[in-house]
T-cell receptor
Framework: RKEVEQDPGPFNVPEGATVAFNCTYSNSASQSFFWYRQDCRKEPKLLMS???SGNEDGRFTAQLNRASQYISLLIRDSKLSDSATYLCVVNRPDRGSTLGRLYFGRGTQLTVWP | DGGITQSPKYLFRKEGQNVTLSCEQNLNHDAMYWYRQDPGQGLRLIYYSQIVNDFQKGDIAEGYSVSREKKESFPLTVTSAQKNPTAFYLC???????????????FGPGTRLTVL
C-alpha cells in the first residue's frame, strides 16, 4: 500500500468555485503534514502545513483527521492562478534520519477556467 | 537572495556516460536531499544527508552516488548503472536545528535529464 494516496484528478472548475482535495496516509506514526503546490515543469513549493486543529490561510483551508488518517485541502473562490498540481506530503519517523522522511502523493491536478 | 540552485537546468547524456548534477544552497541548512520525479509519479527519495561527510540511501539509490564535502553542496552523480535515468531531478534542503520532525523542505528549480 502506498504511503500517501491522492485522487489524481484532473479537477476542472470555473473561476470562483470551491474545490476540495483529499488525501490518505497509511502510517499512523506520521507526525507532520503539508500541502505543496507544483506548477507545470517547476519545483514543488510549500503551500501550507496542516495542523491537528485545522488551519486557514486566506482562501485555503487544511484539515487533518488523525483517527481516519485523512488530510484535506479546500480552496474557496478559485482563481486562474490556482491552476497547478497539489501534492499531499507526510513526514514520519525514519531510522536513518532525526528529521524523519517526507513521503509524497502523486498529486492532484487542478485547472481553473475563466 | 537565499535559496537553492541547481545546474544545469537541462542535461542530455548518451547511454553509458556518468553525469553529475549540481545542488548548492546558501540557507545554512544542515540537511539536503535528492529526489527523482517521473511523469504522473510522486517524488521518490534517492539520497539524503543530514550533516557534512555523512549521507544515507533513500528508496531508489541504485545507480546513483552522492558526496557531501561541504555544507552548501550536495552533488548527485547518475552513473551508467542507472537503467532509466531520464527524469526530473529535484534537490531540497531543510533546517534540522529548527524543524525537528516538522521537516519543512525547500526545493531547487530542478534538472531535467534526458538520456539519448
Amino acid at each position: 500500500r502506498k504511503e500517501v494516496e491522492q485522487d489524481p484528478g484532473p479537477f476542472n472548475v470555473p473561476e470562483g468555485a470551491t474545490v476540495a482535495f483529499n488525501c490518505t496516509y497509511s502510517n499512523s506514526a506520521s507526525q507532520s503534514f503539508f500541502w505543496y503546490r507544483q506548477d507545470c515543469r517547476k519545483e514543488p513549493k510549500l503551500l501550507m502545513s496542516v495542523y491537528s486543529s485545522g488551519n486557514e490561510d486566506g482562501r485555503f483551508t487544511a484539515q487533518l483527521n488523525r483517527a481516519s488518517q485523512y488530510i484535506s485541502l479546500l480552496i474557496r473562490d478559485s482563481k486562474l492562478s490556482d491552476s497547478a498540481t497539489y501534492l499531499c506530503v507526510v513526514n514520519r519517523p525514519d531510522r536513518g534520519s532525526t528529521l524523519g522522511r517526507l513521503y509524497f502523493g502523486r498529486g492532484t491536478q487542478l485547472t481553473v477556467w475563466p | 537572495d537565499g535559496g537553492i540552485t541547481q545546474s544545469p537546468k537541462y542535461l542530455f547524456r548518451k547511454e553509458g556516460q556518468n553525469v553529475t548534477l549540481s545542488c548548492e544552497q546558501n540557507l545554512n541548512h544542515d540537511a539536503m536531499y535528492w529526489y527523482r520525479q517521473d511523469p504522473g509519479q510522486g517524488l521518490r527519495l534517492i539520497y539524503y544527508s543530514q550533516i557534512v561527510n555523512d549521507f544515507q540511501k533513500g528508496d531508489i539509490a541504485e545507480g546513483y552516488s552522492v558526496s557531501r564535502e561541504k555544507k552548501e553542496s550536495f552533488p548527485l552523480t547518475v552513473t551508467s548503472a542507472q537503467k532509466n535515468p531520464t527524469a526530473f531531478y529535484l534537490c531540497a534542503s531543510s533546517n534540522s536545528r529548527t524543524s525537528g520532525l516538522y521537516n519543512e523542505q525547500f526545493f531547487g528549480p530542478g534538472t531535467r535529464l534526458t538520456v539519448l
